[in-house]
């Protein structure tokens, strides 16, 4: 449909327990991020961008 933009972006879709990073000399580790799905919906009141502006 002329106007609408869609985007999905996902991470992680098997929710999957890992290990991200560690630190040389720490008993530190962090732990990935679990699933992350985004989306957007965007609408564009001038679709055509090959479409002259009226100008007076």
Known sequence: MRGWKMQ?????????FYVQSCLIGLPHCAMGTGRTVLGTLKYSWNADPRQALITK
């Not at 972006?9 to 098997?14: C, D, G, K, P, Q």
Request: glycine share 0%; charged share 20%; net charge neutral.
């Open 8 to 16: 999905v972006s996902a991470t992680n879709l098997a929710d999957r």
